[in-house]
């Protein structure tokens, strides 16, 4: 099965969800709304990630920084460049 890894970074506690674009060293950067307390903000990327992507949620994990801003983020199903083109904004 095809799998593919971003490295994120997140914004918590912004005013709305949403993917912002990558930046030149290939970090998506992304903000959402909730906090980053108990891994809400982590359960929100991966929320807003499965939507703009088009996959189930569980297709989405984060699998390295947790506690951290900076993520790297397994999305199952697709390859990088399905992802690339359909995080275009």
């Known amino acids: ?35 980053p307390v108990d891994g809400a903000a982590n359960v929100a990327v991966c929320k807003v990630l499965s939507k703009v992507l088009g996959v189930k949620r569980a297709a989405v994990k984060v699998t390295h920084g947790k506690t951290a801003r900076r993520k790297i983020v397994r999305v199952g199903g697709l390859s990088e460049a399905e992802v690339r083109e359909r995080l275009a904004v």
């Open 1 to 35: 099965m095809r799998s593919t890894q971003l490295t994120v970074r997140v914004q918590p506690r912004a005013s709305s969800d949403g993917v912002l674009g990558f930046l030149e060293d290939g970090t998506l950067r992304m903000r959402v709304t909730a906090p």
